[in-house]
């Protein structure tokens, strides 16, 4: 994740993926946010590969697998000022200042042990639905720019998948950010004219799309069909963040 995302230098992976999800961490609570407080819509976690594979949040939450998002608002890492550009309504941008919640730091940094935590999640994601049997399953994006360093991850994900509660079965979507200077693919439905031998395995370890999800998608311009999973090729940031938000709306899930 050192490499500059698309080729830029500037905007290497790590930052863009440790602010992406930030935000959409951020974007969850604000969702979550009513009149009387938080309500805990949803938990959620945050596992880092690395030399220190495991859960990456910091400060308050530091070690935690799971938290409600109640704990999100009330414990950022910190809050970092930042810019944010808009359309200034006279066809120019406008910058402004924003507080942007941060719970978490990017680390690039030791290999890429895939199995191990593809199995970290299956054993999280159990305990939970253990304590859940009756609610909407879980959903697991794995965001990877590198091949697996422990092993063929194809089991451990398999064991993901076949979580389920009684409302049917965990969704593991994978996002490939690689280095090969490849087209762009966005949930295909089958593994030809991806480039390469680890491309077609992240596809294969991923779930399909389910029919609500595939329908919203469609409305936002994508291409999907039957059969089409939960993967995704050297997207864009913007890309990257409809992937991952699409998964906050479980009503357009099913």
């Not at 949040?57 to 608002?73: E, H, Q, R, Y």
Request: charged share 20%.
């Amino acid at each position: 994740m050192h490499d500059g995302w698309g080729g830029d230098p500037t905007k290497r992976k790590a930052d863009m993926v440790a602010t992406i999800i930030n935000n959409l961490l951020s974007n969850l609570v604000l969702k979550c946010a009513k009149d009387e407080g938080i309500r805990n819509y949803f938990e959620v976690g945050v596992l880092g590969y690395g030399t220190r594979a495991g859960s990456a949040f910091g400060g308050a939450l530091a070690g935690k697998s799971l938290v409600l998002v109640s704990d999100l608002a009330d414990n950022p890492l910190r809050l970092e000022e930042r810019l944010r550009k808009q359309d200034d309504g006279a066809g120019g941008i406008l910058e402004t200042k924003v507080k942007f919640p941060v719970w978490f730091d990017p680390v690039a940094g030791g290999g890429t042990p895939m199995c191990h935590v593809l199995s970290l999640a299956q054993t999280i994601l159990a305990d939970w639905i253990r304590k859940h049997p009756d609610s909407f399953p879980p959903i697991a994006f794995n965001i990877t720019d590198g091949e697996s360093t422990d092993g063929d991850p194809a089991q451990a994900a398999a064991a993901v998948r076949h979580l389920a509660t009684s409302d049917g079965s965990v969704l593991l979507f994978n996002l490939h950010l690689s280095a090969h200077k490849a087209a762009p693919v966005s949930f295909p439905h089958h593994s030809e004219g991806l480039p390469d031998e680890f491309a077609v395995r992240l596809f294969g370890m991923s779930s399909e799309l389910p029919d609500g999800m595939r329908a919203k998608l469609r409305e936002e311009g994508y291409s999907t069909e039957s059969g089409s999973r939960g993967f995704v090729f050297n997207a864009d940031p913007v890309v990257t963040i409809n992937f991952l938000d699409i998964g906050t709306r479980p009503a357009n899930l099913r």
